[in-house]
């Protein structure tokens, strides 16, 4: 198993751009999750989805930040506008339902804005 | 609000010394309780997992406790290895929630 995969690891871009990141959940999982990690905050759960549906989007910071769940196997994270506040590693994990609702993690996306 | 407080912030130890960990939460109705291990530049990883009813768990040299009345759990690591050297986070659950309230963790470095 691959498990949770995300593209980019590493992102920099200028204030103002758009940003995309990317994430392939484990083949089989029915929750996925966004979250954030700085040092400051630790890690805050952004956005989750259930069977590709957004479920809870209260962490999601601003209208800058959409996340969206085409299908089972794909979910963006996108950043429009971004600001060097946005600079964070972001991660994204996924989950079976029928398990102990174990969260698996992927390596993580490290974004700089500058 | 739920809140999880984890001490110490940080830890230096030698290899092959023990150490203990503390977390402190305030989650309600409570779950389960996970200490995650995070290595530098990768994603959290799951050690143990413990319900309400579990007084102590071991995953190899490392040892989670869980008191639910006092809302407290420890995790302990024995005979530490250079490999230990991470950041552990308390993450307990609330009952019928998939989200997880993260413990701002201990970062362990564990020196040769």
């Known amino acids: 198993d691959a498990g949770v995969i995300q593209s980019p690891r590493h992102e920099v871009t200028e204030m103002g751009q758009e940003v995309t990141l990317r994430c392939k959940p484990i083949?089989?999982?029915?929750?996925l999750f966004w979250y954030r990690q700085t040092m400051m905050r630790g890690l805050e759960l952004l956005i989750y989805?259930?069977?590709?549906?957004?479920?809870?989007d209260s962490g999601m910071p601003e209208d800058r930040f959409s996340a969206k769940m085409p299908n089972a196997s794909f979910s963006t994270l996108k950043i429009q506008p971004s600001e060097p506040r946005d600079s964070a590693v972001y991660f994204c994990a996924s989950s079976y339902s029928g398990s102990n609702r174990e969260q698996f993690f992927g390596p993580g996306t490290r974004l700089t804005v500058l | 609000k739920n809140q999880v407080e984890q001490s110490p912030q940080s830890l230096i130890i030698l290899e092959g010394k023990n150490c203990t960990l503390q977390c402190n939460y305030t989650v309600s109705p409570f779950s389960n309780l996970r200490w995650y291990k995070q290595d530098t530049g990768r994603g959290p990883v799951s050690l143990t997992i413990m319900t309400f009813s579990e007084n102590t768990k071991s995953n190899g040299r490392y040892t989670a406790t869980l008191d639910a009345d006092t809302k407290q759990s420890s995790l302990h690591i024995t005979a530490s290895q250079l490999s230990d050297s991470a950041s552990y986070i308390c993450?307990?659950?609330?009952?019928?929630?998939?989200?997880?309230?993260f413990g701002s963790g201990t970062r362990l470095l564990v020196r040769p």
């Open positions: 083949s089989g999982h029915d929750y």
């Open positions: 989805f259930n069977n590709n549906v957004p479920i809870d």
């Open positions: 993450v307990p659950r609330e009952d019928s929630s998939y989200k997880l309230i």
